[in-house]
């Protein structure tokens, strides 16, 4: 099992920064694939980062080129560093932990009915409670 605690979240105005990060814990597998998803009040879950074994990052539309993830060597810490923040990425956001099959690709992560998948059609093993951010415009 593997524990994930998110952190950084908070309120900002559009436009500002903000540096999220997740602490894991327990039996991390070194081929797993990280990601963040997101989920808004009254909206469905998103999608946002993913990083795989082999450093391959794959974003959402909404979020390429303004934010960023990132992992620490020893796959402890995952991070997301969002710039240029707008309204509409208000959510609370939330790390998760997929372990993939050897080779085997992250991609993007898509959310339909309140599941989400990697791009390879592997279902999230393991995700935080999340950490709420808001913009305000």
């Known amino acids: 099992r593997v524990q994930l605690v998110e952190s950084g979240g908070g309120s900002v105005q559009a436009g500002g920064t903000l540096r999220l990060s997740c602490a894991l814990s327990?039996?991390?597998?070194?081929?797993?694939?990280l990601a963040w998803f997101r989920q808004a009040p009254g909206k469905e879950r998103e999608g946002v980062a993913s990083?795989?074994?082999?450093?391959?990052?794959a974003y959402a539309d909404s979020v390429q080129g303004r934010f960023t993830i990132s992992e620490d060597n020893a796959k402890t810490t995952l991070f997301l560093q969002m710039n240029s923040l707008k309204p509409e990425d208000t959510a609370t956001y939330h790390c998760?932990?997929?372990?993939?099959?050897?080779?085997?690709?992250?991609?993007?992560?898509?959310?339909?009915?309140?599941?989400?998948?990697?791009?390879?059609?592997?279902?999230?093993?393991?995700w935080g409670k999340g950490t709420a951010v808001t913009v305000s415009s």
């Open positions: 990083i795989d074994s082999t450093g391959t990052t």
């Open positions: 327990g039996n991390i597998h070194s081929g797993a694939c």
């Open positions: 998760a932990y997929v372990n993939l099959p050897s080779r085997v690709e992250c991609g993007v992560i898509r959310c339909y009915d309140g599941y989400c998948r990697t791009a390879t059609n592997f279902g999230l093993d393991f």
